[in-house]
Nanobody, 117 residues
Framework: QVQLVESGGGLVQAGGSLRLSCAASGSIFRVNAMGWYRQAPGKQRELVAIFSSGGTTNYADSVKGRFTISRDNAKNTVFLQMNSLKPEDTGVYYC???????????WGQGTQVTVSS
């Protein structure tokens, strides 16, 4: 069983910055990837950024150049630095971890990010 605890959300004006964190704990044999998803009001949940075990990263086109994902492997923690925030970035942000064995996917509780215009 794996649990993810998220923090760092809040209210910020357009153009501001926030830093999200997500700490994983429990029985983990191997981490394949950690990442961030978000769900805006009235929209589907979408991928924001992922950090794979090989060190590769991927970002949604809408956040490239503004968001940066990073990891502290010793603490099983993933971060999301969000700069130049826009109102359309508003939503609930969820941490995600993909582990083996067995192969399972776990989700954090979500943290609210609100960007005012």
């Amino acid at each position: 069983q794996v649990q993810l605890v998220e923090s760092g959300g809040g209210l910020v004006q357009a153009g501001g910055s926030l830093r999200l964190s997500c700490a994983a704990s429990g029985s983990i044999f191997r981490v394949n990837a950690m990442g961030w998803y978000r769900q805006a009001p009235g929209k589907q949940r979408e991928l924001v950024a992922i950090f794979s075990s090989g060190g590769t990263t991927n970002y949604a086109d809408s956040v490239k150049g503004r968001f940066t994902i990073s990891r502290d492997n010793a603490k099983n923690t993933v971060f999301l630095q969000m700069n130049s925030l826009k109102p359309e970035d508003t939503g609930v942000y969820y941490c995600n971890i993909d582990v083996t064995w067995p192969h399972r996917v776990y989700w954090g509780q979500g943290t609210q990010v609100t960007v005012s215009s």
